[in-house]
């Protein structure tokens, strides 16, 4: 089992749609959680943490479930510019230092 | 700031090969890491340094050596390439393990 597991989608998604992601992650010692959005050929950069009361930035809702372990993303009114693959990420748990990254899920909204 | 920045952007090499990856970030970071990123996998740490002077391994270091020798700069060694380390390669900094990690806009490697 993969330590942190995505659908990898391509989920397609009208214009203006709501769009939920889930990751599920396997270690029950992670405590930081976040979301990355990566765009084609560049590099990743921070979407969001996530919080364990749940947070929301603008359209973009993250949530966690420590109990099923897993971590979720929900975006609202989508935009054209939405269109990337987003990554979750959990930090190592017994290794502080590190982080564990899914291989993304990909978002292509339509006009 | 320039942020973290990688050199080269491109490399095409020939099995047996060596080459050095570049490194820099100007935000006084002490955590970088070298990560690659193949088709369908998610990012891969190679290895990673929590000061000027430390480096560690990661999931996958075999093929590769690093130095920090002065706390801006990482440097990742390929000593004999292979056509397996075809991949990107990303260089990310942090002030603290738990915190948003910067990227550099990577390396795209390719070996023959």
């Known amino acids: 089992r993969k330590e942190v597991e995505q659908d990898p989608g391509p989920f397609n998604v009208p214009e203006g749609a709501t769009v939920a992601f889930n990751c599920t992650y396997s270690?029950?010692?992670?405590?930081?959680f976040f979301w990355y959005r990566q765009d084609c050929r560049k590099e990743p950069k921070l979407l969001m943490s996530v919080y364990s009361s749940g947070n929301e930035d603008g359209r973009f809702t993250a949530q966690l479930n420590r109990a099923s372990q897993y971590i979720s993303l929900l975006i609202r009114d989508s935009k054209l510019s939405d269109s990337a693959t987003y990554l979750c990420?959990?930090?190592?748990?017994?290794?502080?230092?590190?982080?564990?990254w899914g291989a993304g899920t990909k978002l292509i909204i339509k006009p | 700031n320039a942020g973290v920045t990688q050199t080269p952007k491109f490399r095409v090499l020939k099995t047996g090969q060596s080459m050095t990856l570049l490194c820099a970030q100007d935000?006084?970071?002490?955590?970088m890491y070298w990560y690659r990123q193949d088709p369908g996998m998610g990012l891969r740490l190679i290895h990673y340094s929590v000061g000027e002077g430390t480096t560690a391994k990661g999931e996958v270091p075999d093929g590769y050596n690093v130095s920090r020798l002065k706390k801006q700069n990482f440097l990742l060694g390929l000593e004999s390439a292979a056509p397996s380390q075809t991949s990107v390669y990303f260089c990310?900094?942090?002030?603290?393990?738990?915190?948003?990690?910067?990227f550099g806009p990577g390396t795209r490697l390719t070996v023959l």
């Open positions: 990310a900094s942090t002030p603290n393990p738990w915190d948003e990690q910067f």
């Open positions: 935000m006084n970071h002490e955590y």
């Open positions: 270690n029950s010692a992670s405590q930081s």
């Open positions: 990420v959990v930090n190592g748990g017994d290794s502080n230092y590190q982080l564990i």
